[in-house]
């Protein structure tokens, strides 16, 4: 496609780089020319996609949950490519369980990764950016962050917050060169989906036959990017029961169950 010349040069640092969107992300961003900053825990799988790349990447082993960490990562950006336009901020964990029995130990985990990670990211890219011209930071949130779904809600918490923490950035940088997007997923197919896929509740609501491929939402990432979009729904228009919740909730929870039941038919079409 013609537009992803615009991405040929600029610098691109991808969180969560090491598998499911994060990679194909990361990926995406190489094949169009992008310089691409790979940061996630594991240096094996790291090291794996930069040879997948076969371009100019940077490897970057650090745990979003340490603050310190991430300025690292940034600083290794910057010492290595000399700025930074775009930022994915994409890591996550996700710990399925119903409500009456989410542990505090998991919820705290994905508070960790899933907002504080985020937040430290979005502080540092924010900070960068502004020293360098201006660029762009794209939140990878979730559909969850706009309408809980069981047995995600402890996951959901965690991307209604993100949802709130980028809301409310993006209010704050008015006026500035800096750009703040949302890209809200449904359940796509990667290791994090392989924990929920497990689990009967979720099977019953969401089969694994309707799971979207990462692409998808790579997709919408960039489509963010070129387009300087706020808010993308993976795949389009999935947001409108989220914004049915907001005025009428007791619908919404009726269209759920009947979703439940319209999911297992298309599956069985699939």
């Given amino acids: 496609m013609a537009w992803f010349s615009d991405f040929r040069g600029k610098v691109v640092l991808v969180t969560g780089a090491s598998s499911g969107i994060g ?10 020319g992008a310089r691409v900053a790979l940061v996630a825990r594991r240096r ?43 930022v994915v901020n ?18 705290r985990t994905m508070l960790e990764v899933n907002l504080f990670g985020a937040l430290y990211v979005m502080q540092e890219a924010v900070a960068t950016m502004r020293g360098h011209g201006g660029g762009t930071i794209v939140n990878v949130a979730s559909l969850g962050g706009r309408r809980g779904v069981s047995p995600l809600g402890g996951y959901c918490a965690t991307k209604f917050a993100l949802v709130g923490l980028t809301e409310a950035l993006r209010t704050e940088l008015h006026g500035e060169r800096l750009h703040v997007a949302l890209v809200l997923p449904g359940v796509v197919e990667t290791p994090m989906a392989a924990a929920i896929d497990l689990d009967p509740e979720f099977v019953e609501l969401w089969p694994t036959a309707l799971n979207m491929p990462p692409s998808w939402v790579v ?29 009428a909730p007791g619908a919404a929870d ?17």
């Fill in 44 to 86: 094996d799988a790291l090291v794996d996609v930069a040879r997948a790349a076969g371009t100019e990447t940077l490897v970057v082993p650090a745990d979003v949950t340490e603050r310190a960490a991430v300025a690292g990562a940034f600083a290794r950006t910057l010492e290595r490519f000399g700025g930074l336009d775009v």
């Fill in 254 to 270: 009726s269209i759920v169950h009947w979703l439940r039941r319209a999911s297992h038919w298309l599956a069985r079409g699939a």
């Fill in 90 to 107: 994409n890591a996550g964990v996700l710990i399925p369980a119903v409500v009456p029995e989410i542990r505090a130990a998991d919820l």
């Fill in 219 to 247: 997709w919408a990432v960039f489509a963010a990017v070129r387009f300087q979009l706020v808010e993308i729904s993976v795949p389009p228009g999935a947001g409108t029961l989220e914004k049915l919740a907001a005025l």
């Fill in 23 to 32: 990679r194909a992300a990361a990926l995406a961003f190489a094949a169009a």
